[in-house]
Structure formats: structure tokens, C-alpha cells
């Protein structure tokens, strides 16, 4: 059994003369993404390994995060812009040691893909986490595998 969680980037900013793939977090963006991993953490939620979009908004969430885990973290540029299939490839090359990780992006391709694999539709408020049990051995068996949401939290509801 595999665990799954996607994780939108904090709120951002989009100051003057600033490409999108620079964009930094807002300071609502810091404090919520601060919230949330917190409440993650405390609420015994397992990560192994965090994924992230090289893009500076998601990076710094994923960074944000990690203060709360200490995890291993690497970046890939399929998850700036994805389409449904950018996620697939990403967690195909997921290390199967791993049982659980947590991958950082942006919309509208994160929930398009939370949508592909669920029948709970949603739409990712910035700094929405939702965590997926897959039922594989595999990462590589992700596509064919059932899954299952267990839980879709927003930083305003927690």
C-alpha cells in the first residue's frame, strides 16, 4: 500500500518585472504553509520524501514543509505546468522503498490529476493537501491501481 499526497503551492505574490516561474509566497502564503505542515505533523500524518516543481513558490512550500519533516526533497520540472500525465511520470520513478510521498505543484494541473483519481471532485484552494491511499506495491503499478482519498484539507479549515 502506497500513501499519495498532493500538496498545492502556498499563496503568492506576483510583484513587478517577476516571471510566474519566480513568483515568491506572499506572507499569507508563509504563514499558511507554516499552518499546515504543522498540523500535518501533529496530526501524524507520514511523509517519507517530498517532490517538488522547481517553480519558486512551490519550492519554498515544499522547503516550508520540510522545516516540520527534515525529509529528502528533490525538485522536477514535469510538476511546473503538468498535465495529468507530468504526475503520472513523476510517480512512476518514485523509489519503491518509498511508501509515502508528497508531491508539490501548481493548478490547475494539481487538481485536474486529484480529479483524474477520485470521484471526490475538488477544486485546490493554494495550500491544499490531499492525501490518497493507493493500493499497489509498486509505484509503477500507480495507474492501475485503486485509490482511495482520505482526507482534502484547506488552510482556512484547519
Known sequence: ????????????DW????????????????????????????NDISIEYFVSSPAVRALNTCKIFNQAYQLDCSTNEKLYN???????SVIYDLDDNLSSVAIFSHNNGISNFANSISEDIFHFPTCGVAGFEVDCESWSEFDGAKKKLLFFYEPGKI
Open 1 to 12: 500500500m502506497k500513501r499519495l499526497i498532493l500538496v498545492r503551492h502556498a499563496k503568492s
Open 15 to 42: 510583484p513587478e518585472e517577476t516571471e510566474d516561474f519566480d513568483r515568491p509566497l506572499a506572507d499569507k502564503g508563509l504563514q499558511d504553509a507554516m499552518n499546515m505542515s504543522r498540523f500535518l505533523k501533529n
Open 82 to 88: 503538468p498535465s495529468e500525465r507530468n504526475f503520472e
